[in-house]
């Protein structure tokens, strides 16, 4: 099992800036996929950002120039630095990981964004 503890959210008002951790510990072999996804109320989830291991980023477009996905793999952890806060960035923040094949999510961080 994969344990993930997700750290940084908080209320923030419009053009400012928070980052998201998010670590991994437990049984850890070789993950190969970290993202982040977020779900605002009445909607569905959906991707932010997801970095592999093999490099390379990858970003939805309501984000793309604002925030910056990174991961550091001697410590498991992924962060996500957001910049330019919009009120519609406000949401529950969850991290992801997939390691062989199964798919790990933490318990969610609320990031609020005030107009």
């Known amino acids: 099992q994969v344990q993930l503890a997700e750290s940084g959210g908080g209320l923030v008002q419009a053009g400012g800036s928070l980052r998201l951790s998010c670590a991994a510990s437990g049984s850890i072999f070789s993950i190969n996929y970290m993202g982040w996804y977020r779900q605002a109320p009445g909607k569905q989830r959906e991707l932010v950002a997801a970095i592999p291991s093999g490099g390379g980023t990858n970003y939805a477009d309501s984000v793309k120039g604002r925030f910056t996905i990174s991961r550091d793999n001697a410590k498991n952890t992924v962060y996500l630095q957001m910049s330019s806060l919009k009120p519609e960035d406000t949401a529950v923040y969850y991290c992801?990981?997939?390691?062989?094949?199964?798919?790990?999510w933490g318990q969610g961080t609320q990031v609020t964004v005030s107009s």
């Open positions: 992801n990981v997939l390691q062989w094949g199964h798919s790990y």
